[in-house]
């Protein structure tokens, strides 16, 4: 299994700053994701971070808004840009192991309020 | 990709055995399908996954129907601590991302 930790865990952020969030795995991992949660809603991938080079980003979520760095195999950053009430939510990163055939492990996530 | 369906919400009584379904009727031959929860405000949790066969573990059953168009993630004797949203989720073969759908609230009623 994999450890995940993410910084920070929740935030208070007025609108049109930025945050970054912060992804540390206690173990080297093949594939990083990241994902969020709005209020009272499923998760939806944001994009795939790959290690050493531009980020895989889902329909709907732009390198502007969310840009994603992975210097290398155990961490990876996600930072919201000029932020709006509508970014509030929690943002989760996920791993996966080595291995194909493994699960997902996924941090507890960060949650962000924007006022 | 293949997309999952879920009842929104069920209840299942303490001790009783949850049966969760789910379809996924476009599932392609060597996608897998994956169960996972999540308790309120926590990350999601690994429950069980399968791809043609039946599968057990120490939290739960998953049945996949022979045509893999469906599959029910079973709890044996829920408790208390089982009330969460559960996501039945069929994992991407190419860049083997996880693709959530709406999930199933399970509340278990003591």
Known sequence: SAVISQKPSRDICQRGTSLTIQCQVDSQVTMMFWYRQQPGQSLTLIATANQGSEATYESGFVIDKFPISRPNLTFSTLTVSNMSPEDSSIYLCSVVGPRGDTEAFFGQGTRLTVV | DAKTTQPPSMDC??????????????????????????????????????????????????????DRKSSTLILPHATLRDTAVYYCIVRSTTGN??????????????
Do not use: D
């Open chain 2, 13 to 66: 009584a303490e001790g009783r055995a949850a049966n969760l379904p789910c379809n996924h009727s476009t599932i392609s031959g060597n996608e897998y399908v994956y169960w996972y929860r999540q308790i309120h405000s926590q990350g999601p949790q690994y429950i069980i996954h399968g791809l043609k066969n039946n599968e057990t573990n120490e939290m739960a059953s998953l049945i996949i129907t022979e």
């Open chain 2, 97 to 110: 991302q996880f693709y959530f759908g709406t999930g199933t609230s399970l509340t278990v009623i003591p």
